[in-house]
């Protein structure tokens, strides 16, 4: 009789796979060879790739102060666009010469939508100064930077320029290159000055040379004329591109013909905008170069190329000219990818030889099967999803990695044991899967529903993490179909012994271990349980006394909670701000300064093996320095130490508005503990209470780098006119247009030059530029031509310029920030903040508000999304629950697992010596539909055996004798899978080993409490019936049936 026929077996989809062994096989080789070939083209990257939701208007108005800024930009940009749909905060910064206004969309918006009804807004704007250029509007994005080149060596910053372009245009010949940013961006110019003197002896203007120049300097179509040999085309060809063409444009012609040129009126030169902007690599002027990657670009490939074509450059670079790699993100790809793949491969192992020791070893071999199956079968359909291979992603694959073989554990289990009381194979294969189909299907949805909320985080924690349900609900669902179609399968068709010497002596030494756990199971737990259940009252307040205690020691704040544990980074950097108008000599002393410092310490502690390269800018008043590290293995002290022994060094450097040294400035965990911003309509107020704020948090032990986000700003001269210069027809925007052009410039035109744009602008020599008597003596022409002092025609009052004015939601703001350590204490600082130091300081300043930004807002965010995820997460596993118990109370009792995992999560954090943070919650709530697998599994087996006439505690201790073999493999194989990750010493792995400790410890400590506490419940939900019905109680149990007649296994 053929296998299709055979009456003890029902028919179904089970069954026919079972019967028909081609199918399952051709569906697993899909599976495994369409996700080995989706894992060679995947796209591969760090992090994973998101939008930003945020529009940036950026409109720059060269030479106006802060306030200027505010007044003519951003209060009209502010009221344009606030009332646009799906515009959900508005932020902006004034500064010098620029204004940038960001708008932060709502979450799930049509971000195009807004970007363009914020462009037309924008457009209709009218009112922006005369002097503003045009408005940038931007949807962010996010680049993927792959390496920085630094190009350096004892040259001018042209020449260097002139060779990074160089540099950048044969780097984009290679086809793997498309994307290179030149760094530091400062803008050619032509630089025409001329003396007030000179101005003065030919009766000229600054603004009458600029319009003379800018007629003279033009390219313009004239049309074209058609002969009988063919069509001319005509043209007006004036263009002017470097200084000396410039420099040889007639000013004035005298009537004997007499030419007097720009280049005999003043200076003209080729050079850069007159920014402080100077950029070093070990010292020595350099230039960078940014390589990005884009498409479907990996960062290995991109790299490799890069180093590949460099060998080339580098050989025809001039002398004293090098060219290096500051920083390659590759190689972090590469060593965290190897770093997971160590974990995984290290986790697999361990999940296999666990599966070999407890289970029959083809048994376990197809068990472990599951795994590539339902992770090749998973990537097959990740790129659909928009899922790459980058750090979290594979992450995500290391999570499941123990938990995916948990329903073939039950499976494969079930069929052992039909096997075992001699049934054939292919009907114990059938039985045993259909037996747990409809408790491993809701095991499987109930670890989805308990995923998904991670997806729905919001800010940027919720964007990067968003990956793993994607992953793990993929793996999951593949591992739901190997193991009720494939796995039974292979099950069905696999002779019961070895027939190699090796497969005989696995099978021995399997049936000692079965032997061994069977009396262990008669010896040991069933008399234990049975004496739980004696004393279930007992038993179940002692749970209760566990709850309680751990979440008192959590509410103690005694675990702390962070939003991220800090990374160890490869970077140590330096700020150094000094006041405005500090003079380039003096910021060049300061740097190198701390270059001295910093090179002290690495000469102390190594040399080449602690410090690769130091990079310098300096931007304006403002000094960066960041010393790159070398790998943690190879370096002989940390991060954190390296940052205190260069504080140290550097001393008491004076003069400074601030010194700020950080080892995490990149990266996660990175950035203030504390960011508490202040807004107030008057923005003196701010002033005062940004400083009581920042003395208050000073006071605190172990808050450091406290900033009261205030900088003095350049001294400002305000004018106002006179009456004797309005007497002499002269107009307050006369006035300003010749103060404006003599000082900051006059911008005669803008013109691209090769792939660069060049402004030409005429002004006063730079000895004419740099005292405040310069600005007393200038001169003013009159319409009559009449040479005029300025102190004679205006009024000059003194005043002090903001560095910068930053805005909220159209009221001015200010940011007091500092960090705290240890970060474990971060929330009883705040605590105390909350409750006294800033109703306090509200009480003194009325008007004023604060929230609490930075790390704290995305806290706030992300805990009050998964408190609503968990919440929601909890009714959806108890509806999936409660449809194959059918009942309202069963349900109940399994999710009692819930908070015991909790605890075990907790208990983990301790024992590791880790905070809670956001991703010890996601951990948590993935748990919560982790733990419940084991309960569902025993509270459906008790019910079947109710089902056929057994008593419900006779029930309930036999279901918790059997299952105790697959529960404890299920277990030990998560946490054998978790393992590798949980005790990786890997600096780079520690913002993900929250999750890990929540799941593996968690899982672990609910397995004592689903073969302990559920049993219990379960009776004492029987106890209540029976007083309900009036039924009298079952007396206790005397004696353990069920462990006298379980099959050896």
């Not at 073939?408 to 009381?421: K, L, M, P, S, T």
């Not at 003069?655 to 080892?663: A, K, M, T, V, Y």
């Not at 748990?927 to 569902?936: E, I, M, P, R």
Request: net charge negative; glycine share 8%; aromatic share 6%.
């Amino acid at each position: 009789m053929s296998p299709d026929s055979d009456p003890r077996i029902q028919p179904g989809p089970i069954a026919w796979m079972a019967q028909h062994s081609v199918a399952p096989n051709l569906l697993m080789m899909f599976l495994l060879v369409g996700g080995l070939y989706m894992a060679l083209r995947i796209r591969q990257e760090v992090f994973p790739e998101f939008d930003l939701d945020r529009v940036t208007i950026t409109v720059p108005y060269p030479g106006a102060s802060p306030e200027e800024v505010e007044q003519g930009i951003i209060l009209a940009i502010e009221e344009n666009i606030r009332g646009i749909t799906g515009v959900e905060e508005v932020t902006a910064m004034a500064r010098d010469g620029v204004g940038v206004v960001t708008a932060e969309l709502e979450e799930g918006t049509d971000d195009q939508r807004v970007y363009q009804e914020i462009q037309q807004e924008i457009d209709r704007i009218t009112t922006f100064p005369q002097d503003t250029e045009e408005p940038e509007v931007v949807l962010a994005t996010r680049r993927r930077q792959v390496v920085d080149l630094a190009l350096y060596g004892d040259a001018q910053e042209w020449v260097l320029r002139d060779l990074a372009e160089q540099v950048r245009d044969e780097l984009l010949q290679d086809p793997a290159i498309t994307q290179i940013d030149v760094i530091p961006e400062r803008t050619f110019e032509v630089s025409i000055e001329v003396p007030q003197e000179n101005l003065r002896a030919y009766n000229l203007t600054l603004a009458m040379i600029a319009d003379r120049i800018r007629r003279a300097s033009i390219e313009t179509p004239g049309g074209s004329v058609k002969t009988e040999g063919g069509e001319i085309l005509l043209r007006m060809k004036e263009r002017r591109d470097w200084a000396r063409e410039f420099g040889e444009i007639p000013i004035v012609t005298s009537a004997e013909g007499t030419e007097l040129r720009v280049g005999d009126l003043g200076r003209v030169t080729d050079t850069f905008e007159e920014t402080y902007q100077v950029f070093t690599y070990n010292g020595m002027p350099a230039v960078g170069l940014d390589v990005y990657r884009i498409g479907d670009q990996t960062p290995i490939g991109v790299a490799d190329a890069v180093r590949t074509a460099l060998v080339d450059i580098e050989v025809r670079l001039p002398p004293g000219v090098q060219i290096s790699i500051v920083h390659d993100m590759s190689e972090v790809y590469r060593q965290r990818l190897q770093l997971l793949l160590r974990n995984g491969l290290l986790g697999l192992t361990l999940v296999l030889l666990i599966l070999t020791v407890f289970l029959e070893h083809k048994l376990a071999f197809w068990v472990t099967m599951g795994i590539p199956i339902s992770f090749l079968g998973a990537l097959l359909f990740l790129p659909s999803m928009d899922v790459t291979i980058n750090m979290i992603s594979m992450f995500a694959f290391i999570i499941a990695l123990g938990i995916v073989v948990d329903d073939a554990i039950v499976v494969g289990e079930n069929i052992f044991e039909y096997r075992q009381q001699g049934m054939e194979l292919l009907e114990a294969a059938v039985r045993g899967a259909r037996d747990v189909a409809v408790p491993v299907t809701f095991s499987i949805l109930t670890n989805i529903v308990a995923f998904a909320p991670l997806a729905f985080v919001p800010g940027f924690i919720g964007k990067m993490w968003t990956v793993i349900p994607l992953v793990v609900s993929s793996v999951f669902l593949i591992s739901l179909v190997e193991s009720l179609l494939v796995l039974p399968a292979h099950l069905a068709h696999s002779k019961r012994e070895g027939g190699t010497a090796l497969g005989q002596a696995l099978h021995r030494m399997h049936d000692r271990l079965s032997r061994s756990i069977s009396r262990l199971i008669e010896k040991g737990f069933g008399p234990s349980l049975e004496t739980v259940l004696r004393f279930r009252y007992l038993t179940i307040s002692a749970a209760i006394a566990v709850l309680l205690l751990a979440g008192g020691y959590v509410g103690s704040g005694r675990l702390g909670l962070v939003l991220m544990p800090k990374v160890e980074g490869d970077e140590v950097d330096a700020t150094a701000v000094l006041p405005y108008g500090s003079p380039l000599s003096r910021l060049v002393e300061v740097r190198d300064e701390l270059l001295r410092s910093l090179n002290q310490v690495a000469a102390e502690h190594g040399g080449d093996s602690l410090v690769e390269g130091v990079v310098a800018r300096i931007e304006d008043n403002q000094i960066f320095v960041t010393g790159f590290l070398t790998d943690p293995e190879v370096r002989p002290i940390s991060t954190a130490t390296v940052t205190q022994l260069w504080r140290e060094r550097s001393g008491s450097i004076g003069g400074l508005e601030s010194l700020r040294f950080q080892s995490d400035k990149r990266g996660p965990g990175s950035g203030k503990a504390l960011t508490i911003e202040l807004a107030h309509r008057d923005i003196s107020i701010l002033d005062r209470a940004s400083t009581d704020l920042a003395a208050s948090l000073a006071e605190f032990g172990n808050v450091t780098d406290v900033d009261d986000g205030y900088t003095p700003g350049k001294q400002q001269l305000d004018f106002k006119m006179l009456p004797e210069g309005r007497s002499l027809g002269l107009t307050a925007n006369e006035v300003a247009r010749q103060l404006r052009g003599s000082f900051y410039g006059a911008e005669v035109l803008r013109q691209q030059r090769g792939r660069n744009e060049v402004k030409v602008m005429v002004r006063l020599p730079k000895a004419q530029r740099v005292s405040e008597h310069n600005v007393e003596s200038f001169i003013v022409q009159t319409a009559a031509g009449l040479d005029v002092p300025l102190g004679q025609i205006t009024k000059v009052q003194r005043g002090r310029a903001y560095t910068t004015i930053n805005r909220r939601d159209g009221r001015r703001a200010v940011s007091v920030t500092a960090d705290v350590v240890p970060q474990d204490d971060t929330e009883r600082v705040l605590a105390t903040a909350r409750a006294s130091i800033l109703p306090e300081l509200v009480r003194s300043y009325p008007g004023l508000s604060y929230s609490f930004q930075g790390r704290q807002e995305e806290m706030r965010e992300s805990l009050a999304s998964l408190r609503s995820g968990f919440i929601l997460a909890m009714l959806m596993i108890y509806v999936l629950l409660g449809i194959p118990f059918r009942s309202y109370v069963q349900p109940l009792i399994v999710m009692t697992s819930i908070p015991f995992g909790i605890v075990g999560a907790v208990i983990g954090h301790w024992l590791m010596g880790y905070s809670l943070s956001v991703v010890s919650m996601m951990g948590i709530i993935a748990l919560s539909g982790v733990v419940v697998n084991d309960a569902l599994v025993l509270i459906e087996y008790a019910n079947r055996l109710r089902a056929s006439g057994m008593p419900p505690r006779e029930a309930i201790l036999t279901a918790g004798i059997r299952r105790f073999r697959p529960v404890l493999l299920t277990t030990v194989t998560t946490f054998g899978g978790l393992a590798p990750m949980i005790f990786e010493t890997s600096r780079q792995a520690r913002f993900m080993i929250p999750m890990a400790l929540s799941l593996g410890y968690g899982i672990v400590f609910a397995t004592a409490i689903t073969l302990v506490l559920v049993p219990c419940l379960y009776v004492v939900v029987e106890d209540i019936k029976g007083v309900l019905t009036g039924q009298a109680l079952t007396p206790p149990l005397r004696s353990v049936d069920g462990v006298e007649t379980l099959p050896a296994s």
